[in-house]
Protein backbone atom coordinates (compact mmCIF):
# COMPACT_ATOMS: atom_id res chain seq x y z
CA UNK A 1 0.00 0.00 0.00
CA UNK A 2 2.54 2.47 1.01
CA UNK A 3 5.77 0.60 -1.06
CA UNK A 4 7.25 3.79 -2.77
CA UNK A 5 9.45 1.14 -4.69
CA UNK A 6 6.61 -0.36 -6.75
CA UNK A 7 5.26 2.20 -9.82
CA UNK A 8 2.43 0.24 -11.81
CA UNK A 9 3.41 2.63 -14.31
CA UNK A 10 7.15 1.15 -14.78
CA UNK A 11 7.55 -2.16 -16.84
CA UNK A 12 10.52 -4.19 -15.52
CA UNK A 13 13.68 -4.31 -18.14
CA UNK A 14 13.77 -6.71 -20.58
CA UNK A 15 17.33 -8.52 -20.95
CA UNK A 16 19.51 -6.77 -23.60
CA UNK A 17 17.70 -3.36 -22.73
CA UNK A 18 20.13 -0.73 -21.68
CA UNK A 19 19.10 1.55 -18.44
CA UNK A 20 18.09 4.90 -19.88
CA UNK A 21 20.18 6.64 -17.99
CA UNK A 22 23.39 4.71 -18.89
CA UNK A 23 22.35 5.47 -22.58
CA UNK A 24 22.03 9.18 -21.76
CA UNK A 25 25.69 9.24 -21.10
CA UNK A 26 27.13 6.66 -23.76
CA UNK A 27 28.36 9.21 -26.30
CA UNK A 28 31.91 9.56 -24.23
CA UNK A 29 34.45 10.88 -26.23
CA UNK A 30 36.49 7.67 -28.16
CA UNK A 31 39.58 9.36 -26.97
CA UNK A 32 38.78 8.84 -23.09
CA UNK A 33 37.65 5.72 -23.94
CA UNK A 34 40.62 4.78 -25.19
CA UNK A 35 42.79 5.91 -22.07
CA UNK A 36 40.48 4.75 -19.29
CA UNK A 37 43.30 4.23 -16.92
CA UNK A 38 45.68 7.18 -17.76
CA UNK A 39 46.81 10.09 -15.98
CA UNK A 40 45.00 13.28 -17.14
CA UNK A 41 45.81 16.80 -17.90
CA UNK A 42 42.58 18.31 -16.87
CA UNK A 43 40.83 21.14 -19.19
CA UNK A 44 41.87 23.64 -16.51
CA UNK A 45 45.81 22.88 -16.22
CA UNK A 46 48.15 24.26 -18.20
CA UNK A 47 52.19 22.85 -17.70
CA UNK A 48 54.91 24.52 -19.15
CA UNK A 49 58.07 22.01 -19.25
CA UNK A 50 59.38 18.33 -19.74
CA UNK A 51 56.62 15.24 -19.55
CA UNK A 52 58.21 12.02 -19.13
CA UNK A 53 56.66 8.77 -17.05
CA UNK A 54 55.61 5.12 -17.40
CA UNK A 55 51.68 5.24 -17.94
CA UNK A 56 49.45 6.39 -20.26
CA UNK A 57 48.68 10.43 -20.48
CA UNK A 58 45.11 11.73 -21.22
CA UNK A 59 45.57 15.89 -22.65
CA UNK A 60 42.59 17.93 -22.24
CA UNK A 61 44.98 21.48 -20.86
CA UNK A 62 47.45 23.22 -22.37
CA UNK A 63 51.22 21.70 -22.39
CA UNK A 64 54.40 23.65 -23.41
CA UNK A 65 57.27 22.09 -23.77
CA UNK A 66 58.23 17.73 -24.71
CA UNK A 67 56.29 14.76 -24.25
CA UNK A 68 58.38 11.70 -23.86
CA UNK A 69 56.27 8.34 -22.99
CA UNK A 70 58.45 6.57 -25.50
CA UNK A 71 56.50 2.98 -24.14
CA UNK A 72 52.63 4.24 -23.68
CA UNK A 73 49.99 6.14 -25.50
CA UNK A 74 49.22 10.27 -25.41
CA UNK A 75 46.43 11.06 -26.14
CA UNK A 76 45.21 15.03 -26.93
CA UNK A 77 41.52 15.11 -26.12
CA UNK A 78 39.41 17.62 -28.06
CA UNK A 79 39.78 20.23 -25.33
CA UNK A 80 43.65 19.44 -25.54
CA UNK A 81 46.36 22.67 -26.19
CA UNK A 82 49.65 21.06 -27.24
CA UNK A 83 52.98 23.11 -28.31
CA UNK A 84 55.24 20.79 -28.09
CA UNK A 85 57.05 17.77 -29.27
CA UNK A 86 55.76 14.21 -28.18
CA UNK A 87 57.33 10.76 -28.14
CA UNK A 88 54.92 7.67 -27.41
CA UNK A 89 54.25 4.13 -28.26
CA UNK A 90 50.44 5.87 -30.07
CA UNK A 91 49.61 9.07 -30.59
CA UNK A 92 46.06 10.42 -30.55
CA UNK A 93 44.84 13.68 -31.38
CA UNK A 94 41.62 14.90 -31.17
CA UNK A 95 42.64 18.73 -30.39
CA UNK A 96 45.59 21.02 -31.11
CA UNK A 97 48.97 20.14 -31.50
CA UNK A 98 51.94 22.51 -32.96
CA UNK A 99 54.90 20.10 -33.07
CA UNK A 100 56.61 16.93 -33.96
CA UNK A 101 54.58 13.81 -33.29
CA UNK A 102 56.95 10.29 -33.48
CA UNK A 103 54.91 7.26 -32.79
CA UNK A 104 56.79 3.73 -32.47
CA UNK A 105 53.85 1.86 -33.68
CA UNK A 106 50.79 4.48 -34.69
CA UNK A 107 49.60 8.43 -35.16
CA UNK A 108 46.12 8.70 -35.51
CA UNK A 109 44.49 12.12 -36.40
CA UNK A 110 40.82 12.26 -35.76
CA UNK A 111 38.14 14.00 -37.41
CA UNK A 112 38.48 17.16 -35.27
CA UNK A 113 42.70 16.94 -34.60
CA UNK A 114 44.73 20.22 -35.78
CA UNK A 115 48.57 19.16 -36.29
CA UNK A 116 51.57 21.47 -37.31
CA UNK A 117 53.87 19.40 -37.57
CA UNK A 118 56.23 16.15 -38.76
CA UNK A 119 54.98 13.29 -37.78
CA UNK A 120 57.14 9.92 -37.92
CA UNK A 121 55.50 6.74 -37.13
CA UNK A 122 55.71 3.10 -38.97
CA UNK A 123 51.13 3.39 -39.63
CA UNK A 124 49.22 6.79 -39.49
CA UNK A 125 45.54 7.28 -39.73
CA UNK A 126 44.62 10.40 -40.74
CA UNK A 127 40.37 10.91 -40.59
CA UNK A 128 38.26 12.29 -42.93
CA UNK A 129 38.02 16.33 -41.42
CA UNK A 130 41.54 16.14 -39.91
CA UNK A 131 43.60 19.33 -40.22
CA UNK A 132 47.16 18.11 -40.76
CA UNK A 133 50.46 21.24 -41.86
CA UNK A 134 53.88 18.62 -42.30
CA UNK A 135 55.67 16.21 -43.38
CA UNK A 136 54.77 11.96 -42.99
CA UNK A 137 57.73 9.75 -42.49
CA UNK A 138 56.05 6.34 -43.03
CA UNK A 139 60.02 4.77 -43.15
CA UNK A 140 62.46 6.52 -40.37
CA UNK A 141 65.57 4.44 -41.17
CA UNK A 142 65.52 4.23 -45.13
CA UNK A 143 64.59 8.52 -45.30
CA UNK A 144 67.91 9.49 -42.39
CA UNK A 145 69.87 7.78 -44.96
CA UNK A 146 68.15 9.05 -48.27
CA UNK A 147 68.48 13.03 -46.27
CA UNK A 148 72.17 13.04 -45.86
CA UNK A 149 73.32 13.41 -49.28
CA UNK A 150 70.74 15.94 -50.22
CA UNK A 151 71.85 18.09 -47.55
CA UNK A 152 75.86 17.47 -48.98
CA UNK A 153 74.33 18.61 -52.25
CA UNK A 154 72.12 21.88 -50.77
CA UNK A 155 75.48 22.75 -48.81
CA UNK A 156 77.79 22.70 -52.27
CA UNK A 157 74.87 24.32 -54.50
CA UNK A 158 74.43 26.96 -52.46
CA UNK A 159 78.44 28.80 -52.59
CA UNK A 160 77.71 28.31 -56.14
CA UNK A 161 75.00 30.44 -56.17
CA UNK A 162 76.35 33.22 -53.85
CA UNK A 163 79.74 33.71 -56.02
CA UNK A 164 77.94 34.01 -59.36
CA UNK A 165 75.90 37.11 -58.66
CA UNK A 166 73.91 37.28 -61.82
CA UNK A 167 72.40 33.40 -60.32
CA UNK A 168 68.85 34.52 -59.13
CA UNK A 169 67.03 31.10 -58.68
CA UNK A 170 68.16 27.53 -57.83
CA UNK A 171 68.32 26.71 -61.71
CA UNK A 172 70.91 29.06 -62.36
CA UNK A 173 73.00 28.04 -59.67
CA UNK A 174 72.76 24.35 -60.91
CA UNK A 175 73.83 25.50 -63.57
CA UNK A 176 76.60 27.71 -62.88
CA UNK A 177 78.66 24.60 -60.72
Known sequence: ???????????????????????AAA???????????AAVIGP???????????ENLLIEGKVKGSIHLGSHEVTVGKTGDVNADVTAKLIRIAGKVRGDLTGKEKVIISNT?????????????????????????MDPGETSQAQAPLAAAKVVVKPAAVSDTSATGPDLALKSG
Open 1 to 23: MFDKRKDKNQNPPHVGESDPIQH
Open 27 to 37: PVSASIQAVAK
Open 44 to 54: GIAIDGNISGN
Open 113 to 137: GNVRGNIVAPRMLLEDGAVFKGSID
